[in-house]
């Protein structure tokens, strides 16, 4: 299951089936866009995303897309 967080121009998507909480895209963030909710990682704040791809970069499994990435 695909989960899509999106704002303006800017869609993350989340691959539900490949995430497992480990909480790098939190870490990597530097905008602080992600947490790690009831084991899976969602973007709560998708409008302050500075588009550095650091989440798609940092997530073991691949489980986030990016739509600047």
Do not use: L
């Amino acid at each position: 299951m695909k989960k899509e967080f999106a704002s303006g121009n800017i869609k993350i998507t989340i691959d539900y089936d490949k995430c497992t909480g480990s909480g790098e895209c939190v870490t990597a963030c530097p905008v602080e866009i992600f947490e790690v909710r009831d084991g899976k990682a969602v973007a709560n704040h998708v409008e302050e995303c500075v588009e550095c791809c650091a989440c798609v970069n940092a997530c073991p499994n691949n489980a986030i897309e990016h739509s600047s990435c």
